[in-house]
C-alpha cells in the first residue's frame, strides 16, 4: 500500500515489525523478502513516485577533497539511484573479500562463498537470472567465439551482465502497491533514529515532510537503507543520546568513504589480431535476449606478487560514449557525462572511428577505461557540514581523497595489461598516463559509494557487525554499499542486493 506520509493527520504514530529507511534497490528488496502474514513492513522513503527539485535539492552538501557533485550522483525519489543507473552487474572477486596486509583495513568478516546462496536472487531482483557471470564455458558456447586463454597470468576474463536497468520504482511499483503487509510511506523524510536513553536499542524514527507534518514510526526492528553516504549522514545526525551520533563510539561512522575511480583514454591500444579478441571483448553482445560483456580483471596471484588493488578494464570502440541533446536533458546524466568526459582528456586528439588507423600501424584503435579499487582511508570520509537543508537538517561534507598507493597500482595494472595484451598476441598497449600527481584532477567517481558504515567484527574497526547489525544497538542493521569494508572493483548494486538477501535470511532466522 503505498500513503502519502503528507496526508497523514500531523503527529500521527505508525506501529510496525519492520521499519526500513529508504526505498531504493536495498530497501525495496528487502520489503518484499520479509513482508508476510503476521510481519507488517513499514517503508519510509523521503521522495515521491517522481523527481522533484525540491527533494533532490536535500542531497545538496559540501565537497572539500576531490571534487564531487553529491546531488548529481544519487536520486531521492521512490526507487532511489535506480532511476538511473547503469545496470552493469558483476560479483566482486574472492580476493576483495580477503584481509591482504598491503591493504590497510581490508577483510571482510567472512569469504565470497557466504554470498554464493544470495547471487540468483539479486540477479532476479535486477532482471539478470540466470546469475552466470563466472560461468565461462556458457559464454564460449552461446557467444559462438572461444575466450581467450591468457597464459601470462597477469588478467583474467570476468563477465558483466546488464541489467536492462530495472528501475526498481517503476518495476515494483505495482507489487507495493498491492501488498497488504508493506506500508509505503513516500515523502517521508527521516529526520532523526531516536534512541533509548541507554543508546542499546532503537525506540522510534522521527519523520518530517517538507510541508511540515511530523510523524512518528515505531517497529521492533529497523533497517537502515538510504543509500552509502545518507546513511552515515543519518547516524551522525541521531546525535542527541548518543553525542557524537548513532553506532559512532569510536568514531568509525562516514571514514572510509569509498568510490571506484573511473578513468579513460589513459592508454593508446592498437588490437593488431581482431580474430584473437572476440566480441564480448570490446562491446556488448546479446545471449539470451540479455547484454553481457567482458571486464579484463587481474589475476588474483598476481595482484598478490605484485601487491596491487583490483580494477576493472573495459575496452570499447573510440567514440562509445552517447552524448546526445536527448541525453542531456536529464540533469544528472548529463552531469556524470561531464565526469566522464573529464576522465578522458587523453582522448581529445582521437577521431571518433574504430576503424584501422594508418598512423597506428595495422590495427584497429581502441577506447580504454577502467573502474579501480581504491584503499580504505580514514581519512576520505562524510561530516555534517555548518549548512542546514530545508528540513533544517546539517547537510553533508564529503572529503574524497585518494592515496599515492592508489596511483600507483593503477599505473601497475595498466602496464600488466598491455604486457597481458601483447603475450596473447592481440595488440599492444602504450600508456599515457604521466607520472605526474594530477591524477586526481583526471578520475571521476562512478556514482558508488561504500564504506562509510563498513562492517567489521572489531567495534574499533567497523559500524556494522557481520550480520549488518550495528555495533551496541540491538535492534539496527544497515543495508547497502555504505557497509562495504572493501570496495573491489565490480560495481555495487549487485553485490548489496546478495548482501540485502543474506539480512533478510538473518532477520527472518532471529526472533525479534
Ligand atoms: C548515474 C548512475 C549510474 C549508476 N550505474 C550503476 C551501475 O551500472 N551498476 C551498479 O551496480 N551501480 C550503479 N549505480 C549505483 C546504484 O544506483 C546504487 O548502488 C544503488 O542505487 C544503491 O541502492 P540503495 O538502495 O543502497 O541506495 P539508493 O538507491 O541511494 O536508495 C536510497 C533511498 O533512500 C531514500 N532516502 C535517503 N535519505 C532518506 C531519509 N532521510 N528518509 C527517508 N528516505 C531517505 C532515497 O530517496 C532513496 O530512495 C549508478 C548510480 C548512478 C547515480
Redesign the pocket.
Known sequence: MLIDARELDDGSRIDADLAI???????ISIARAMAAPGTQVCL????GLDSAAEIQALYQGESTGIDYPLAA??????????G??????RPLDPIDFEARDWVPLSGWPFGREALDPYWEAASRAVENAPARYEDLDYWAANTGEPLVHWRCGRIQTRLFQFSP?TRFGEHYRGELEQARDIHVLLH????RIAALPSAAAVDHLDIQTLTGRRHRVHARRYVL????I?NAR?LLLSDDIAPAGLGNQHDMVGRCFMEHPHLGGFADVVITDLQRLPRIYREQVMVDGRAARVSYVPDPDYLRRTRRLNISFTMSPIGDLHDDAATRTDP??SR?LDMLAAARPFLADQAPTSRPDASAGAGVRMGIGCSCEQVPNPDSRVTLSGDTDALGLRRTRLDWRLTEQDRRSLVGNIEALGAALAAAGIGRMRPKLADDGIWEQRVAG???HMGTTRMSDDPKRGVVDRNCRVHGTDNLYI???SVFPTGGSA????N?LALAYRLVDHLQGQPA
Not at 550522483?73 to 535506480?82: A, I
Not at 517521508?188 to 529526520?191: R, S, Y
Not at 537503507?225 to 552509502?228: R, S
Request: some cysteine.
Open positions: 529507511i529508504g526505498a531504493g534497490p536495498a530497501g519510509l522513503e523521503s521522495g550522483t544519487r536520486l531521492r525519489r521512490f526507487g532511489g539511484s535506480s538511473h543507473w547503469g545496470g552493469y552487474c536497468p517521508a523524510n527521516v529526520t537503507a538510504a543509500g552509502g545518507e543519518l544528472a546524466l556524470q562512478g556514482s558508488h543495508a547497502g554499499s560495481n555495487p548494486t549487485l548489496l
